[in-house]
């Protein structure tokens, strides 16, 4: 006997809209948290990059001159993409600590809280984008239909940076030394992403070893869209894609078996 479809479909359709509505209050909570009796607000999401730009420009224009066309609107692509994934995964890895009060709540769905984080990148990139357009503008730069493929892109940085968040988020529970590391790896790997030079500079025997960086071909596929009006390079990001695919129910697996520890650990 067969069950009616509706019946099997509406749980699901009630717990997909739980699931929602939830990730909107949380994100929300979050950004009024973040910008809390704060005087510039949701400013303050422009003003370090905006403030890394400045000193990226003077040294690298003033100082030491680099031949990049139109180098503000580059670095501040490069610096809005990397702040996005930075900022999200440093969060996510002491996401858990940070929420102990809704860990310890009865059936609260763990795993939503990496979702958040990412999410609420998400929005401060997208806040950012008017600024960015600004500066494409000022650099004369037009911008073309394949624009339209900019959410596609934000996609694939969103299910990257989430597989990574699942893995720090359920590891710093237990090796509290995870988030200072991984301040330090991505300080380092900062410099090893095209943010403030380009990648043609780096030396044709290191370049493969360079592109397994994935923020080099993603900071390269913005740029693409965004300033040279082109289609980025497919198969850099089909093997992202692929590999997203691959580590983002890695991860959540792992966060599910450590999950029952977190009340625990905390």
């Known amino acids: 006997m067969f069950l009616p479809q509706t019946s099997v479909s509406q749980p699901l359709q009630r717990k997909f809209i739980y699931q929602y509505d939830l990730t909107r209050e949380l994100v929300a909570r979050d950004m009024k948290l973040l910008y809390k009796r704060s005087i510039f607000g949701v400013g303050w999401t422009l003003i370090a990059p905006l403030l890394n730009l400045a000193v990226f420009v003077f040294v690298f ?27 999200s995964l440093f969060q996510s890895a002491g996401v858990i600590i940070s929420n102990r009060a809704l860990i310890r709540q009865p059936g609260f769905p763990k795993p939503i809280l990496p979702v958040v984080i990412v999410m609420t990148g998400l929005v401060h990139f997208v806040l950012a984008l008017p600024i960015l357009i600004v500066f494409l503008m000022i650099d004369g730069i037009q911008l073309s239909s394949v624009i339209f493929l900019l959410p596609a892109l934000q996609l694939l940085q969103f299910l990257l940076t989430l597989s990574f968040a699942y893995f720090l988020a359920a590891v710093n529970v237990t090796f509290r030394d995870t988030q200072h590391t991984l301040g330090v790896l991505l300080q380092m790997f900062f410099y090893l992403t095209p943010i403030f030079y380009d990648v043609g500079n780096v030396p044709s025997e290191l370049q493969y070893l360079y592109g397994l960086n994935p923020m080099v071909h993603l900071v390269t596929a913005y740029r693409s869209l965004l300033i040279d009006g082109a289609f980025p390079a497919l198969m850099p990001l089909l093997w992202i894609g692929f590999g997203s695919l691959i580590l983002l129910p890695l991860g959540h697996k792992l966060f599910l078996n450590q999950s029952g520890r977190f009340v625990e650990e905390l």
Not at 76 to 85: C, H, K
């Open 61 to 87: 224009q003033v100082v030491l001159v680099l031949d990049v066309p139109n180098y503000s609107s580059y670095v501040f692509t490069g610096l809005l993409v990397w702040t996005w994934f930075q900022t």
